[in-house]
Every structure is written in structure tokens, then in C-alpha cells.
């Protein structure tokens, strides 16, 4: 703040002496009435600190003002009156080019040289010529006699400083827009010797005065305006009115007459003439060539844009041929590709379809084109049911934004139906879901295949299990003595077939129970019982695997909560999941945890084994599905047991399914079921009653 201020002072201080020296000079040259001189510098110097430096600087030219009066004579109250007078002009002329004008220091636009002239130069000096006038004549240091002469002098002094001093200080005070090279520089110094060298003749009397060659002057002026910035034209007046004011005030030049007063006011008349004609041709050329540069400027932005458009115009041409190209190879693509294919827009409604997808449902995209795919295409359950149409995979995929994959039947147009594997797959760019793709592929020979296999698999294995049960029956009977003694050394034979006889009807057991499944033969008897004397009952029958690993199995003992299922297929499933979790855990223990929802108990199966590896946890459920034999090195069962768990779960409301698994840490898998009494229980098991209803009216 203290640095502010400072150099504020300095600025006040140095704007004092300046305008006090130059005022002591002004007034030294012949003054009219003692006061009023038609050389006044101080006004340009006061207009130009003003404009540069802010309205501040005023207290300056009110103490030089007054200290030059009251030096020269003037009374300290007519002093007053002339500082007050001097600072209002600046600060008014200032104002003004400022606030109307918007004036550029530079002085290149010819608003700013006429707002120079008119409002500064012509108009803010009559204040101070008409207060500092009044002044004196108030306090009768003039006459009245010399009102007039003492205000014109007054006046033209204040003018000339406005359009002379002024104007070089403020375009000096910018650095010139462009460098000048040594031939401008040459042209320049050529110029300013002709000019000075003309001015030199006329108020030299070097020559006799019989000719006009006072307007010579004019010639080299108006090559410096038409040629060079406004630096050039300001320094080239001010050598003019230098040279023309020590002519004249030595009786020499062409505006000399026998009154020293009349003389410089002719003088200062023909300057004031010179410098606004100078200053509005500088002006002009000014403009003009900002304009040309902006012309310029524009053409080569515009022929820069114009090359840009024709390397995109060319541009776009190759996209649109390799779009053309592209579009070509899709839809040869799309033509023989096997599955069916459907592309909607962001509504469902249908834009592509290829030629398998309309053989496979019937109807031509000329039929369909623009349709929702919903309204067209029918979409049923395994059991004929129609799939909700929010609930089908198009909707589903625009409204998530995630792929869906699932099996359903098409219905054709002429109402028969196929079932198909569909993906649907949302098409998304930066500014969201544009539509979907739908790929299906019709699996009726799949299916058809698959319902062979079954029948095989059921066939066979009811035909496999009746020797099986003989052969097990055989061995209880040779282990109990009914053979008579066994001998020792067919101890273990017979252990390692009774072994596998187990194996071997466990692997039935589990292809019958598929079998069943796959033909919806399975049997439920749903009844409400309490989870945890079950969940016992596995670990109790498991507890000499368990032994033999040195493994433990935390449950809640003291829980009552009761669920809704069939009791031997609960028991099922918690051997399956218990069962795995000893054979795949060499140390650690095995937690089995309950969480209540709202209508489901939520059963977690807690491992510290292996775990599973990605690529395994994929296939999991599948049929015949077993983990990599060489990365676990563990005996394999059938491949069925979670298969048929999930399937049996499912079947009673609940849900088999891997939670998490991490590769040499554990796993977790969550095993739900309806809770006994609530409405989703009830509503399943009158579901289930009608479907037993059903079956035994077939029957």
C-alpha cells in the first residue's frame, strides 16, 4: 500500500515539473496581458498524463498552474481560479476521448484523431481559457480592453499544445505494431531531412517570399502521413512547429507582421491546420491498412479453410467408399452366417434382419421392417407360457444395458414353435443405447438330441440298476458269514468292490434324478420343517471324512427357523455342498451360516480349500461338469451333483449358486429356500398341488 502510494507521488511530482517548466517557457514567449500565450506545451502534457496514468495525477497540474500564475504576478485568488481552470480541461478532455471516443492511444482510426480535435483540442481548452481569462479579469489584474485578445491567445495556446504535445506523448507511449526494416528506416530519415530542409526555406527567408512556398511544407506531410505510422507523422509536426516558432519569433518567415502577437496566432493557425490534416491522413492510412491486413488476414484463414474442407470433402469420400465397402462385407456376413439375426432400434422396433431369422420365424423384414420385434414375434416358456414382453430379452438389454442370454420357444407364423438359444447385446455409443442385436439359433436338434440322450441315460441306468443292487446285496451277504468265513486275504477285494458298487449306484442314482428332471417326473413332498436338524444329520453322517481330514463343521446348533421344501431333497443338496467343501479342503474348517430375508432363508456353505479357479466357476452347474482333475488332483464324481441341486432348488423356490471363490483361499456357495408360512411359500406350493393335480389327470 505504502509502495502504491509512493509511486503516486513520484508521478504527481514529475507531472509538477513538467508542466512547470514548459508553463515558465510557454509564458516567456511573448505572453498577451502577461498570462496567455499562443505557446502553451503544458495542456498536451496534462491531456497525455491523464490519459495514461488516470485522473490521479490532477493535484500536479493544479499546484504547477498555480505556482506559475503567482510567480509570474497573478493574485493568489486569480491563481486559484487558473489552476482550477487548467485541471478541469485536462480532466474534462480526458473524460471525454475516454468515456465517448474510447480513444486508442495509438491515434490510428480517425475517431480518435476528430475526438482529439473536437472534444480535447477545441473544446475542454475553452474552460480553462474562460476561467483563467475570467480570473484575471475578476481580479482586475487585465483590463477589459484585452478580455478578447488575452481569451484567443489563451484559447490557440491551449489548442496547439492538445494537437501538437499531446498526440506524440501518447502514440510514443506504444511501441510500434511492426518492426521497420532498413529500407523503411532510409525512406523515413530521406523524409524527415526534405521536411526539415523545406521548413528550413520558408521560415528561414532563405529564398524571397514573391511564391506561395509556405504550402510546400505540405508535400513532405502528406508523404510522411500516406507512407508511415502516426510515430512517424507526431515526431514530424513537432520539428515543424519547433522550426516555425524560432523563425517567427526571430521576424523571420512568411506569417511575420508588425505585431509579434499576430504573427504566432497566424503561425498557430497554419499549424493546427498541418497537424489534424496530418493526424486524419495517418489516420485513415492507418485504417486502411488494418483493414487490408484484416482482409489479408481473413482470405488466408478462408483458403486455410477451404483446403481443410476439400481434405475432408476427400475425406469423407474415402469413409463413404470404405463404409460402402464395409456395408457390402456385413451384409454378405449377415446373408451366410448360421443363426438368426435381428438389429432393433433404441425402441425395439426392427431395422435388420437377416435371411436365417426370416426363414426360421416366417415373415420377410419387408413385413416387419419398422415394427417392435415384441408385437410380431411370439416368445414362450418350455411350458407355452408367453414370456411378459417386459420381461423379454430386447426390452430387457435397451432398458439395462447388459447382455442377456437365455433359452425360450419362437412361435412361427403358422403357430409352430422351435426353441433357440438367444444373446441379445445392446448397442451402445458415447451418447447411450442406439438399439440391440439379437443372435439365435434355432435348437431343435439339439433339444431333439438331447431328449434322445436322456431317454438313453434313463434306460440304462434303470437297466444297470437292478444288477447293481444284486451285486451289492451279494456282498453285505458275503461280509456277513452267510457264504461262510471270509478269508483275510479277500478282505480288501472286497472292500475296493463294495466301493465301487457304491460309486457305481450313487452315478445311477444321479442319471435317474436327471432323467427325472429333464422329464419333470420328480416328485416333491413340500412340508414345513426347522433347517438345523437336517444341516446335522449331513454332518453327522459325514463326521468320518471329516475325522479323517482333521477337519470341523461350524452350523448354528441352537436355530429354529423353519423353511418350506421336501426334506430328503434339502438333505440332498447339503450333502452335495458339504460333501465338496471336505473333499476340496485339506486344513482349516467349514462354516455353514444362515441369513434371514423376507421370504427366503439364505443357507452359505464356507470352505478354507482350494477354491476355484475363473475358468472352472463358468461351467460349474453344467451337466457332467467336473473341476480340472490335473490342477486339483481330487477324485471326480459324475459331473451331476451341483447340476441337480441347483435344478431341485430351483424347483422348490430357492437357489443353488457359487457366491464367491478364490483360488487357494475358499469357496462359498449359497443354498436358499422358501421360509415356512410366508405368501411366496404358499404360492409355490399351490403351484406345485396343481401341477401333481395336472399330472395325475393325465395319468
Known amino acids: 500500500m505504502k509502495t502504491a502510494y509512493r509511486s503516486l507521488l513520484v508521478q504527481i511530482v514529475i507531472l509538477f515539473v513538467l508542466y512547470f517548466v514548459t508553463a515558465r517557457m510557454g509564458l516567456s514567449l511573448n505572453a498577451v496581458s502577461g498570462f496567455a500565450t499562443f505557446i502553451w506545451p503544458p495542456t498536451g502534457i496534462a491531456l497525455a498524463a491523464l490519459l495514461l496514468f488516470g485522473y490521479r495525477l490532477w493535484p500536479g497540474i493544479f499546484l504547477a498552474a498555480f505556482l506559475v500564475n503567482v510567480m509570474t504576478g497573478a493574485s493568489p485568488l486569480a491563481a486559484i481560479g487558473i489552476g482550477v481552470g487548467n485541471t478541469l480541461e485536462a480532466v474534462i478532455g480526458a473524460f471525454l476521448l475516454r468515456r465517448l471516443i474510447h480513444v486508442e492511444y495509438g491515434l490510428e482510426r480517425v475517431d480518435d484523431v476528430l475526438g482529439l480535435i473536437v472534444l480535447a483540442a477545441s473544446g475542454s481548452t475553452l474552460i480553462s481559457a474562460t476561467i483563467g481569462v475570467t480570473s484575471l479579469f475578476v481580479t482586475g489584474t487585465i483590463i477589459p480592453t484585452a478580455y478578447a485578445e488575452t481569451w484567443t491567445a489563451w484559447w490557440i495556446g491551449d489548442m496547439l499544445g492538445n494537437l501538437v504535445v499531446a498526440p506524440i506523448l501518447l502514440v510514443w507511449s506504444r511501441q510500434p505494431k511492426a518492426a521497420i526494416s532498413w529500407k523503411e528506416t532510409w525512406e523515413i530519415g530521406i523524409a524527415l531531412i526534405v521536411l526539415m530542409g523545406i521548413t528550413f526555406v520558408v521560415f528561414g527567408n532563405i529564398v524571397a517570399f514573391g511564391y506561395p512556398f509556405t504550402y510546400l511544407i505540405f508535400l513532405p506531410l502528406i508523404w510522411i502521413s500516406l507512407r508511415f505510422s502516426q510515430h512517424v507523422v507526431t515526431s514530424a509536426m513537432l520539428i515543424v512547429s519547433m522550426i516555425s516558432i524560432v523563425g517567427t519569433l526571430q521576424g523571420l518567415g512568411p506569417f511575420v507582421t508588425a505585431s509579434i502577437t499576430n504573427s504566432l496566432l497566424l503561425l498557430q493557425l497554419f499549424i493546427a491546420v498541418g497537424t489534424s490534416i496530418s493526424l486524419l491522413l495517418g489516420a485513415i492510412v492507418s485504417e486502411r491498412r488494418s483493414t487490408e491486413s484484416r482482409l489479408k488476414k481473413r482470405t488466408r484463414e478462408l483458403e486455410l ?337 451341483l447340476f441337480i441341486a441347483r435344478e431341485v432348488a430351483r424347483r422348490m423356490g430357492g437357489e443353488v449358486l457359487l457366491e464367491k471363490s478364490e483360488p487357494g483361499k475358499g469357496s462359498t456357495f449359497l443354498f436358499s429356500l422358501p421360509k415356512a408360512g410366508t405368501a411366496y411359500a404358499q404360492q409355490l406350493k399351490a403351484k406345485i398341488d396343481k401341477e401333481k393335480q395336472i399330472a395325475l389327470e393325465k395319468k
Not at 537 to 552: A, F, R, W
Request: proline share 4%; no cysteine.
Open 305 to 641: 479453410a477451404r483446403t481443410r474442407l476439400s481434405e475432408k470433402l476427400l475425406l469423407i469420400e474415402q469413409i463413404n467408399a470404405q463404409q460402402s465397402f464395409e456395408k457390402a462385407k456385413l451384409e454378405a456376413i449377415l446373408t451366410n452366417i448360421g443363426d438368426g439375426l435381428i438389429v432393433t432400434d433404441k425402441q425395439g422396433a426392427i431395422t435388420i434382419m437377416n435371411t436365417v431369422a426370416e426363414n426360421n420365424l416366417g415373415r420377410s423384414l419387408k413385413e416387419v421392417e419398422g415394427k417392435k420385434f415384441v408385437d410380431v414375434f411370439p416368445l414362450e416358456d418350455e411350458k407355452g407360457q408367453a414370456i411378459p414382453q417386459s420381461q423379454r430379452p430386447i426390452p430387457l438389454a435397451l432398458s439395462s444395458g447388459k447382455k442377456i442370454k437365455v433359452t425360450y420357444y419362437y412361435k412361427r407364423s403358422d403357430g409352430q414353435r422351435f426353441p433357440a438359444d438367444i444373446i441379445v447385446t445392446p448397442f451402445v455409443v458415447a451418447s447411450g443405447i442406439v438399439g440391440s442385436i439379437e443372435v439365435f439359433r434355432d435348437m431343435t436338434q439339439e433339444k431333439e438330441l438331447e431328449r434322445t440322450k436322456d431317454e438313453f441315460i434313463s434306460l440304462a441306468s434303470h437297466e444297470l440298476r437292478t444288477p447293481m443292487t444284486a451285486i451289492k446285496g451279494f456282498l453285505s451277504m458275503i461280509k456277513k458269514g452267510d457264504y461262510g468265513p471270509i478269508n483275510e486275504g479277500l478282505q480288501k477285494p472286497l472292500l475296493n468292490i463294495s466301493i465301487s458298487a457304491e460309486r457305481q449306484i450313487r452315478l445311477i442314482n444321479d442319471l435317474l434324478d436327471v432323467s427325472r428332471l429333464q422329464t419333470g417326473r420328480t416328485s416333491y413332498h413340500l412340508t414345513d420343517f426347522a433347517f438345523t436338524p437336517v444341516v446335522a444329520e449331513i454332518v453327522e453322517s459325514l463326521m468320518p471324512l471329516l475325522k479323517q481330514k482333521n477337519l470341523q463343521v461350524f452350523f448354528p446348533k441352537e436355530s429354529t427357523i423353519m423353511v418350506q421344501a421336501d426334506v430328503e431333497w434339502s438333505k440332498h443338496i447339503v450333502n452335495n455342498l458339504v460333501s465338496n467343501a471336505i473333499k476340496f479342503t485339506e486344513k482349516g474348517n467349514i462354516t455353514i451360516t444362515y441369513t434371514e430375508k423376507a421370504d427366503l432363508l439364505e443357507i452359505r456353505v464356507s470352505d478354507t480349500g482350494i477354491g476355484i479357479a475363473p475358468s472352472d466357476q463358468e461351467k460349474l452347474f453344467g451337466k457332467f461338469q467336473q473341476l480340472s482333475v490335473q490342477h486339483y488332483s481330487k477324485p471326480v464324481g459324475s459331473g451331476l451333483g
